[in-house]
Structure formats: C-alpha cells, structure tokens
C-alpha cells in the first residue's frame, strides 16, 4: 500500500515558477515510477510527466516539455515537479500518481492516487 501527499501548489503569475512535491509512504518507493496529472475545470484528466524508478528516464506531455521537470528523491520517498514560465492554461488540480508500471502510470491506471493540489496561473 502506497499513500501520496501532494504540496507546493498555489497562486501565480503567468510566467512564474511552482514547485510541486508528492511525498510517498513505505520503505518500496523506489521500485515505483512516479507521475504527474492534472485536471482543468470540464476537462478530463490529462497525463503531465513521469520518472522511472531510479530517475534515469523522464517522460513529459509536449504542452510542458523545457518548462516542466520531474525528479525524485528516494532517500527522501518524494517526487517533484517544477514548473517555469507558467501559463493560464496550466491551471489544475495536480495529481501524484505512482505504480510499479510505467504503462499504468501514462495511461492514468495506475493504483495509487494522491488528493490533489490546485494549481492556479493568473493572466
């Protein structure tokens, strides 16, 4: 069983920086791939980033490629998200995904959700 706290999300500027963090419970969270979705008022879920269970591979969707970048820390069983050059489309509810699949965590199937943080970029 994994339990995903998501933080660091708030209001902002467009063109401002946030740094999100999810912090994963159990003594297994490097053998997980760690993800990012959001989801926009009436939109659906949209995949946003992911790492391997090392960090050596990284995948992003195209809209948040050389603005977004996602790492972990598994001394710390927490991943990141640091988000630059903001935009008022990047407004969402920020969600920590994770499983042991990378399949699963792209796909939005993963088994392990956080709550949510809402992110909010002001034009």
């Known amino acids: 069983q994994v339990q995903l706290v998501e933080s660091g999300g708030g209001l902002v500027q467009a063109g401002g920086s946030l740094r999100l963090s999810c912090a994963a419970s159990g003594r297994t969270f490097s053998y997980y791939v760690m993800g990012w979705f959001r989801q926009a008022p009436g939109k659906e879920r949209e995949f946003v980033a992911a790492?391997?269970?090392?960090?050596?591979?990284?995948y992003y969707v195209d809209s948040v490629k050389g603005r977004f970048t996602i790492a972990r820390d598994n001394a710390k069983n927490t991943v990141y998200l640091q988000m630059n050059s903001l935009k008022p489309e990047d407004t969402a509810v920020y969600y920590c995904?994770?499983?042991?699949?990378?399949?699963?965590?792209?796909?939005?199937?993963?088994?392990?959700w956080g709550q949510g943080t809402q992110v909010t970029v002001s034009s």
């Open positions: 995904t994770s499983d042991t699949r990378l399949g699963a965590v792209k796909e939005g199937t993963s088994n392990y």
């Open positions: 790492v391997d269970s090392i960090g050596g591979y990284t």
